[in-house]
């Protein structure tokens, strides 16, 4: 296998209000037995998802085999800039998900990333889909991406991001991408850096609000 990924802090059980959480399992308990799928062949690397920067920072504390990936929710409303840069600096890659803001399974009220003015604005002179500016964006800041759609011509759309001009880099060093009309340019990047408002889609700690693990 090529990726495990550890998804939450304990093991996590939400039947009957978390009661059958078990208390004794350690973040350091359970990354040692991941260490030992690599140990033993049968995984090739081992990352984390959801991490903030305070828990990335111990478990690195005492790993043998340093978390690959941070799997984390990243779109133009809840940006991570400092999550990023940590990662960064210990050379974990970060993977955004739901970097569209999770069109599917937005609940009523919430801000839809989708139909932003300002994304809207800078897709249609770029001759992009807004989809495909939040993916541009987020492959320039150096993330990988995990986009989901079951629309055919959505897919292919954001299959096609990152794939003009060979490869539109972060750095540019390819094919000449960093003259891609499609690449973001620092000014476009700047106004959606502005978006920012540390909003997440997923919450655990509203869903489960009575696990004390998600406080």
Known sequence: MDLVILCSLADI???DGGKNIDPTVSL???????????DKGL???????????????????YS????????VEIHPYNQQHKLLAY???????????????TPGYREAGEPDVLT?????KIAASKGMTVAQVCLQWSLQRGCHV????????HMEENLSVG???EFATSTGAEGGASNSPRRLSEEEMNRIASLDRGYRFFRPEDWWQDMPVFH
């Open 163 to 165: 794939h003009w001009d």
């Open 116 to 120: 932003d003015p300002v994304l809207t």
């Open 43 to 61: 995984v090739k690397h081992i990352g984390v998802a959801n991490f903030p920067v305070m828990l990335l920072h111990d478990l690195l504390s």
């Open 28 to 38: 350091r308990d359970t990354w040692a037995a991941m260490e030992a799928l690599v």
């Open 146 to 153: 995990v986009a989901k759609s079951s629309d055919k011509q």
């Open 87 to 101: 990662c960064r600096s210990r050379n974990i890659v970060v993977q955004a998900y739901s970097p569209l803001g």
């Open 13 to 15: 059980d939400d039947s």
């Open 64 to 71: 043998r085999i340093p978390p690959s990936v941070n799997q």
